[in-house]
Nanobody, 126 residues
Framework: QVQLVESGGGLVQAGGSLRLSCAASGSIRSINSMGWYRRTPGNERPGKQRELVAAITSDGNTNYADSVKGRFTISRDNAKNTVYLQMNSLKPEDTAVYYC???????????????WGQGSLVTVSS
């Protein structure tokens, strides 16, 4: 069984920084892509999609939402099965619950698709 455990959320003033971490546990052989999504206040209803913030492949290719380009940096440590999101120059509109995602997680013969962390609340005050 694979679990994603997040850490690092909290309250910060506008212009500040936070770093989110997400570690995948279990007998993992490989993880294809890892990423961060968020759900902003007012979009908690079932069926509302989470917004992609950033994603990174196993060989380091990255993808960012336009709204965070130049402010957020995603990275991963494949040896630790961990993905990070460094968030700088935070704005009140970045306030959201941030979810870690891991796709195509291989453990022996099993491949898990679309695993999610528990969610981390990030609140940016003005």
């Amino acid at each position: 069984q694979v679990q994603l455990v997040e850490s690092g959320g909290g309250l910060v003033q506008a212009g500040g920084s936070l770093r989110l971490s997400c570690a995948a546990s279990g007998s993992i052989r490989s993880i294809n892509s890892m990423g961060w999504y968020r759900r902003t206040p007012g979009n908690e209803r079932p069926g509302k999609q989470r917004e992609l913030v950033a994603a990174i492949t196993s060989d380091g290719n990255t993808n960012y939402a336009d709204s965070v380009k130049g402010r957020f940096t995603i990275s991963r440590d494949n040896a630790k099965n961990t993905v990070y999101l460094q968030m700088n120059s935070l704005k009140p509109e970045d306030t959201a619950v941030y979810y870690c995602n891991a796709d195509r997680v291989r453990t022996g013969p099993t491949v898990y698709l679309g695993l999610w962390g528990q969610g981390s609340l990030v609140t940016v005050s003005s």
